[in-house]
């Protein structure tokens, strides 16, 4: 799927770039976006790779097994398929809190170990089993507590009350959470 | 205003403050497996990095075409059925790509139509609950060779428009 959609987006860009005459910015926007590729990556190592030490830490010393704990209901309502206190869960739990908060550094290590964990669960490799595309789903319609980044932006232009959205956005996301949650258990039932 | 920043501010330290605790006082080998927890996610930055470059290209690409701004040429007609303003499409399309791409049309957006409008106002509550697909489907799943994933987009898509709704419905009762 995403490699269609990959596919898509560079034939139907150049194409369409060629169309509204800019066909000498194509060679170099490659480029720049390459260039920006390493930016982001060097931003992402350092704050991924300090995230993932400070939840090794967690996770040794037992912190992470409290919290998916305290989220099991909830856990295994979301996610029959994976096995009681299998690692998975952990990770899922604490993607689920980090995003809550808003550390979306800290939530990407995480989510990439749950996959992995969920992967060993996993009978046909190379296609996402019903527990990922769940985890998948709530990952990207998160619940965040506070945008901070929109606060901020409105700050800086000039809004009289930055942080009037906040409730709003907190019920938007809760919907947008909720009603995609609802149609992958609907997907679920009928793609066996 | 000023409490909601400050316990931004405060999440981050709060957190590593009591992890590192919490690990102290469980007798963890705190430094040690600090290390090897970086070195983890330093391997799976690399992991990733591959499809982050072919990703941001296709964004970019896309972008320069103008195809997304014709996108908003398109809803024009549905603009009054549905309350959602068409300068608000390539917004919610970008999104869907690259949080930084969308950024900065967000802010084009309170720059022209300013921040405590209709527009405004749904421009910021619509950000709360649109989602960067792609690169999230593409961090995730390309360090363990997902290529099936079945539902997940279609069911993505149908949240983010029911937020899409909702946000509609919210900020023209603001």
């Known amino acids: 799927m995403l490699s269609k959609i990959w596919c898509l987006m560079i034939i139907f860009g150049i194409f369409f770039t060629v169309i509204n005459g800019k066909c000498e910015k194509i060679s170099s926007v490659f480029l720049e976006g390459a260039a920006e590729a390493m930016e982001l990556f060097w931003v992402m190592a350092g704050a991924v790779a300090f995230w993932s030490g400070i939840m090794k830490i967690a996770e040794k010393s037992g912190l992470i097994k409290a919290i998916s704990e305290k989220m099991r209901p909830i856990l295994e309502y979301l996610f029959p398929d994976i096995p009681k206190g299998h690692k998975a869960l952990d990770y899922i739990s604490l993607n689920i809190a980090a995003n809550f908060l808003g550390l979306g550094w800290a939530a990407t290590p995480s989510g990439i170990m749950a996959v992995r ?10 296609r996402a089993t019903n527990a990922m595309c769940m985890f998948l789903v709530i990952n990207m319609s998160s619940v965040q507590l506070i945008s901070m980044n929109i606060i901020s932006y409105r700050l800086k232009y000039g809004s009289e009350n930055p942080a009037e959205i906040v409730l709003p956005g907190i019920i938007a996301t809760t919907v947008s959470t909720a009603a995609a949650v609802w149609a992958c258990r609907m997907c679920e039932k009928v793609e066996k | 205003m000023k409490l909601i920043s400050y316990f931004n501010g405060a999440i981050i330290p709060f957190a ?23 070195e983890d996610g330093l391997k799976t930055c690399v992991s990733i990095l591959p499809s982050l470059i072919g990703l941001i290209c296709a964004v970019k690409i896309f972008r320069l075409s103008g195809l997304m701004e014709a996108a908003g040429l398109l809803w024009k007609p549905l603009e009054k059925i549905t309350h959602f303003p068409s300068e608000l499409v390539p917004l919610a399309l970008s999104k869907t790509f690259s949080s930084s791409a969308s950024a900065g049309i967000l802010t084009d957006i309170f720059q022209n139509y300013g921040t405590d409008t209709y527009i405004g106002r749904l421009a910021s509550i619509m950000m709360c609950c649109t989602e960067t697909i792609f690169y999230t489907m593409s961090v995730y799943f390309s360090p363990v060779g997902i290529k099936d994933s079945r539902y997940i987009i279609k069911c993505t898509i149908f949240g983010m428009l029911c937020g899409i709704a909702a946000s509609i419905v919210l900020a023209g009762a603001m």
């Not at chain 1, 964990?117 to 190379?126: I, Q, S, T």
């Not at chain 2, 590593?16 to 290390?35: A, M, P, R, S, W």
């Open chain 1, 117 to 126: 964990e969920m992967d060993k669960l996993n009978r046909r490799k190379g």
């Open chain 2, 16 to 38: 590593v403050l009591f992890i590192v605790c919490f690990g102290v006082y469980k007798k963890t080998d705190v430094f040690g497996e600090f290390v090897k927890g970086a």
